[in-house]
């Protein structure tokens, strides 16, 4: 499989933001969401070949978080599946950020122990359309639906899928956070609290506040 980088850090979002973390980024994504970071790892050409063996060996074991990331990692299945294996085979606590348009329902059914981060592409991402639906109903309370957001219409929609996915009754982990240098945090802040959405938790991307918000590897 293609891998862009392999480096240990903390975890910038979601569940585990603070906690120091394997990452193993694979290349190549299907969307081409408007306000994407990881632009390095759009393509199959920007990783390297590595097998799973090479792979391991760039992780600290000493680190038990692994966050598997991209790109898009669930979109090659038979790459995730032979990966996502070993690592919990080597005792790792495993989460997979995926961008919503990949089918997580049988991957839950394969890998239950794993914990899913998975976006819902707003409007001003442009990929709105490539979300399937199916997997806010699947998910669970060891994982995560993450919202990134950049003006008024995203809010809106955030609210909607919120509330007919019934994620608050769910006790669904939601997380809502700010396109970089596009939205007044304070606009998201004031918006959670008009709208009661009791259940969103406003996130932070620690790691681009630590670091130059451009830097790789962090």
């Known amino acids: 499989m293609k891998v862009v980088e392999i480096f240990q850090s903390i975890d910038g979002e979601a569940n585990r933001a603070g906690f120091i973390t394997n990452f193993i980024r694979l290349s190549e994504c299907n969307l081409?969401?408007?306000?994407?970071?990881?632009?390095?790892?759009?393509?199959?050409?920007?990783?390297?070949?590595?097998n799973v063996n090479e792979i391991l060996n760039k992780?600290?074991?000493?680190?038990?978080?692994?966050?598997l990331t991209g790109g898009e990692p669930l979109l090659h299945k038979e790459n995730a599946s032979c990966l996502l294996k070993k690592l919990i085979e080597n005792g790792f606590n495993v989460s997979?950020?995926?961008?919503?348009?990949?089918?997580?329902?049988?991957?839950?059914?394969?890998f239950p122990t794993v914990s899913y981060i998975v976006d819902y592409k707003s409007p001003s991402s442009n990929?709105?359309?490539?979300?399937?639906?199916?997997?806010?109903?699947?998910?669970?309370?060891?994982?995560?639906?993450?919202?990134?957001?950049s003006n008024l219409e995203d809010l809106k929609t955030m609210e909607k899928v919120y509330k007919e996915k019934n994620l608050e009754d769910r006790n669904i982990n939601v997380f809502v956070s700010a396109v970089f240098n596009e939205i007044n945090l304070e606009d998201i802040v004031n918006y959670l609290k008009l709208r009661k959405l009791n259940g969103i938790r406003l996130q932070l991307q620690m790691h681009k506040i630590i670091w130059n918000p451009m830097k790789k590897g962090v």
């Open 59 to 67: 992780l600290d074991f000493n680190i038990k978080n692994v966050t």
């Open 127 to 149: 990929m709105e359309n490539k979300m399937i639906l199916e997997n806010f109903e699947v998910v669970r309370n060891i994982d995560c639906v993450k919202f990134v957001v």
């Open 32 to 50: 081409r969401c408007s306000y994407c970071d990881t632009c390095y790892a759009q393509n199959e050409s920007d990783g390297v070949e590595m």
């Open 96 to 110: 997979v950020e995926t961008n919503g348009s990949i089918n997580i329902k049988e991957y839950i059914e394969e």
